[in-house]
């Protein structure tokens, strides 16, 4: 009775509190206070609050594209296992749902920002969706992996902690590199170093900042609170192979979860602080050594 309550509140009120954890980590790794913990649910809230200017030149396809993504997260979130808290949402082949439908909302991002006519927007969007050819095999790979080690064709069955053999010692290695290969994924879909710079102000390094140049109000703060939630759930999906909470009741399991998933956002913030960002020929290379990682524990599982 408690499942879905429990799933919606830590799906809807914690992801902006993960990048709270990762600015404040960067800021600890520079010597600085930085801001608070709670300063994105502030810079949220207040552009939910603006005005918003919106071009002549632009369509309904401006306007949906944060709509859209926002949407997709939530769904997206509601279909995966967050610990000994089941998903919402589940079905045989949901997975595949699951992988498209960030297809979706990158589809939208990428109109909305070609519906303004920048070139600069249309610059980000031509490396967004040039990168997202390399994280969606890897992504993919990583499924086929937890398919093969659980039996189980839904992202439920995949996750499940505790309950199947993927966490048996003897599929330690398989496992390991897909939760290495899962963790360059998130960095590389959710624009963190060192395959983009979610902070830059230099145009001509953007990948997805250059896509939101000119969204403002509302559609801004959609576009943060959206990529907050997608953060959370793709650390979620690391968090679900390196965390067995299923001894635990569902109350602390979930306490135990929001704890892992900070901790998940330290450990970017660090990686931030101590690597630069790689330069931009250089980026496919560590978006296929995620697809060589998965890849490589799906075959080590044929047999």
């Given at each position: 009775?408690?499942?879905?309550?429990?799933?919606l509140l830590l799906l809807l009120v914690l992801p902006p509190l993960l990048l709270g954890v990762i600015n404040k980590t960067k800021a600890f790794f520079a010597?600085?206070?930085?801001?608070?913990?709670?300063?994105?649910?502030?810079?949220?809230?207040?552009?939910?609050?603006?005005?918003?200017?919106?071009?002549?030149?632009?369509?309904?396809?401006?306007?949906?594209?944060?709509?859209?993504?926002?949407?997709?997260?939530?769904?997206?979130?509601?279909?995966?296992?967050?610990g000994n808290v089941g998903p919402v949402l589940s079905f045989t082949g949901d997975f595949l749902l699951f992988a498209y439908l960030f297809a979706l909302a990158?589809?939208?991002?990428?109109?909305?920002?070609?519906?303004?006519?920048?070139?600069?927007?249309?610059?980000?969007?031509?490396?967004?969706?040039?990168?997202?050819?390399?994280?969606?095999?890897?992504?993919?790979?990583?499924?086929?992996?937890?398919?093969?080690?659980?039996?189980?064709?839904?992202?439920?069955?995949?996750?499940?902690?505790?309950?199947?053999?993927?966490?048996?010692?003897?599929?330690?290695?398989?496992?390991?590199?897909?939760?290495?290969?899962?963790?360059?994924?998130?960095?590389?879909?959710?624009?963190?170093?060192?395959?983009?710079?979610?902070?830059?102000?230099?145009?001509?390094?953007?990948?997805?900042?250059?896509?939101?140049?000119?969204?403002?109000?509302?559609?801004?703060?959609?576009?943060?609170?959206?990529?907050?939630?997608?953060?959370?759930?793709?650390?979620?999906?690391?968090?679900?192979?390196?965390?067995?909470?299923?001894?635990?009741?569902?109350?602390?399991?979930?306490?135990?979860?929001?704890?892992?998933?900070?901790?998940?956002?330290?450990?970017?913030?660090?990686?931030?602080?101590?690597?630069a960002r790689l330069r931009m020929s250089r980026v496919p290379t560590l978006l296929i050594a995620a697809i060589l990682l998965c890849g490589s524990a799906f075959?080590?599982?044929?047999?």
């Amino acid at each position: 009775m408690i499942a879905t309550p429990l799933h919606l509140l830590l799906l809807l009120v914690l992801p902006p509190l993960l990048l709270g954890v990762i600015n404040k980590t960067k800021a600890f790794f520079a010597g600085r206070v930085g801001a608070p913990f709670l300063q994105p649910y502030y810079d949220i809230a207040k552009l939910l609050r603006k005005g918003m200017v919106v071009s002549s030149t632009t369509t309904w396809v401006f306007i949906a594209g944060p709509v859209v993504s926002v949407a997709v997260a939530v769904v997206a979130g509601l279909m995966i296992p967050l610990g000994n808290v089941g998903p919402v949402l589940s079905f045989t082949g949901d997975f595949l749902l699951f992988a498209y439908l960030f297809a979706l909302a990158r589809f939208f991002t990428v109109s909305a920002a070609l519906d303004t006519g920048s070139p600069f927007e249309g610059m980000g969007s031509a490396r967004e969706v040039t990168f997202a050819v390399l994280t969606e095999p890897a992504l993919f790979f990583a499924f086929l992996a937890l398919a093969r080690l659980s039996g189980s064709l839904s992202l439920g069955g995949m996750f499940a902690i505790g309950s199947t053999p993927a966490f048996s010692v003897g599929n330690a290695a398989p496992l390991v590199l897909v939760v290495v290969g899962l963790f360059i994924v998130l960095l590389a879909e959710n624009c963190r170093l060192p395959v983009d710079d979610p902070t830059t102000h230099l145009e001509l390094t953007m990948i997805h900042e250059a896509m939101v140049l000119d969204h403002s109000g509302p559609l801004l703060g959609l576009i943060e609170y959206g990529s907050s939630v997608k953060l959370f759930v793709l650390e979620s999906l690391v968090l679900n192979l390196v965390l067995p909470l299923s001894a635990l009741p569902v109350w602390l399991g979930a306490a135990a979860w929001a704890v892992g998933l900070i901790a998940v956002s330290a450990v970017v913030g660090v990686i931030e602080s101590s690597m630069a960002r790689l330069r931009m020929s250089r980026v496919p290379t560590l978006l296929i050594a995620a697809i060589l990682l998965c890849g490589s524990a799906f075959v080590m599982l044929v047999r």
